[in-house]
Structure formats: C-alpha cells, structure tokens
C-alpha cells in the first residue's frame, strides 16, 4: 500500500467522524478517545523524559491536539504540529490558541524545518499506521531536525505483549480495502533503525507496564483510574541523537 492511499484512508475515517458526530467527540475520537487522558500521560512522559518550557518539539502526527491541549500552558518555546489531516490539526491549533505555534499538513515523510532545531521530536500513535519503509523515512528527518542529545519518542504495538494481540485480531476480521492500517513494530528493527541511523536506543518500555510518573490522578473512559504511575497501553521507544 502507497503512503498516499494510507493517508487517503485516514482524511475519509477523520470526515466520516465529523459527519456523524459533533466536532469534539469526532475530534476525540479520529485519535482513538480518551483524550484528555492520552494527553496527559504523553506529557506527563516527555516531563520525565527532560522536556522543558524553553524546548522546541515536533509533533508528528499532532492529530486533533491531545498533546498540544497539555502543552499550551507549560512549552513557551517553539511547537511544530503535523498531521496528514488538515481538520484534525486546524482544531488543534483552535483549541490551543497559541499564535507563537506552527501546524501544517504532512506532504510524505518530510519535516518542513531546519536541522539541529528541535529538543523533541514525538510520534505517537504514527508507526503504528504506517509501512515500515515510511517509519524509517520519518526517523531520518527527525535525526536531521533534531539538536545533539536531542530525543525522539515514539509509541508502538508489538507482538511481543499479549495487550496487543486484540488489535491484530481486529485488523484480521476488517477486509475493508480503504480501512486504517496497524502495522506492528519488532524491537530487533528499532535496534536495526538506530544502529543505521546513528542513534543509540535510550529506552524501551512495554505498553502495560506502569512507567510514566503521574503529576494527577488521570481517568479511562472505563472508569479506571491510574496515579503515581501510569502506562500508554501501546510501548514506548526512546531514541538520542548523540
């Protein structure tokens, strides 16, 4: 599958969204729910990850803002968002009202900024939906933008962890031909990735395991709860560029 029939599939699945739901949920729901939660606990991981107000960070794959809604008040620094969706990054921008802030629509697996400007580069939830071959484009422009000793973080699905399995299995029984995809993620070609990329492989943190300090006490639409520590659900990877 071509990178611009994925990103075909994902504008349709965001506007089918928007004609059937008010523009909140839908905008919660074109990035998987749990907005508000998945937010904070992708900033709560940055936090401990080093990230600081005066840090600039690319956000790859912004989506409607869960994250950028957490940042607005903390990063006084520079924020890039992209996402392949033009109606999920311009309710971002809305919902951050930050003018200082830059989004844009993702051409390929360009990132339209200079090199060594960036502290963080993130992608959550975008390996996830995307070829393996593309995934490798995008670390090599993020290596290029980042700073030395800057760091790139990204979510993924791994066979590796039986949490994950149910999503496979979901992806077996859909036969759509447009529908989204989820691609799984071997830790031996994250290794293999760094290796060729020059980028030392920092840290590797199973999905389920609660590894993310927690500044709230933060709620699923479950009606679980998670405090002192969290976990994303999906595994985490961090990457330095040294």
Same mark, same amino acid.
């Given at each position: 599958m071509k990178l611009s029939d994925l990103l075909s599939s994902y504008r349709k699945h965001s506007r089918q969204l928007l004609a059937q739901h008010d523009e909140a949920t839908a905008m919660s729901l074109a990035v998987g729910g749990d907005f508000e939660t998945v937010g904070a606990l992708e900033f709560c991981l940055l936090k401990d990850l080093g990230l600081q107000p005066h840090h600039t960070l690319v956000d790859v794959g912004c989506g409607s803002g869960r994250l950028a809604a957490?940042?607005?008040?903390?990063?006084?620094?520079?924020?890039?968002?992209?996402d392949a969706v033009p109606e999920l990054h311009a309710y971002a921008r809305k919902l951050c009202g930050r003018d200082d802030w830059t989004f844009h629509t993702?051409?390929?697996?360009?990132?339209?900024?200079?090199?060594?400007?960036?502290?963080?580069?993130?992608?959550?939830?975008v390996f996830t939906h995307l070829l393996h071959e593309d995934s490798y484009r995008y670390l090599?422009?993020?290596r290029?933008?980042?700073?030395?000793?800057?760091?790139i973080v990204f979510s993924f699905l791994e066979f590796a962890l039986p949490t994950h399995w149910f999503i496979f299995e979901n992806s077996v029984a859909d036969t759509r031909p447009d529908k989204v *995809? !989820?691609?799984? $993620?071997? %830790?031996?070609?994250?290794r293999a990735f760094a290796?060729? *990329? !020059?980028?030392? $492989?920092? %840290?590797?943190?199973?999905?389920?395991?609660?590894?993310?300090p927690l500044?709230?006490?933060i709620r699923w639409a479950n009606g679980s709860e998670q405090s002192g520590m969290g976990c994303l659900g999906q595994s985490i990877c961090v990457l330095k560029h040294f």
């Open positions: 957490q940042l607005k008040g903390y990063l006084e620094g520079r924020y890039v968002g992209i993702a051409t390929g697996t360009s990132i339209a900024e200079p090199e060594s400007c960036a502290d963080f580069v993130v992608f959550f939830s090599e422009e993020a290029r933008v980042l700073r030395p000793g800057g760091s *995809l !989820n691609q799984f $993620v071997d %830790r031996d070609m994250i290796a060729h *990329l !020059n980028l030392r $492989v920092e %840290r590797i943190v199973d999905g389920h395991v609660p590894s993310i500044d709230r006490t």
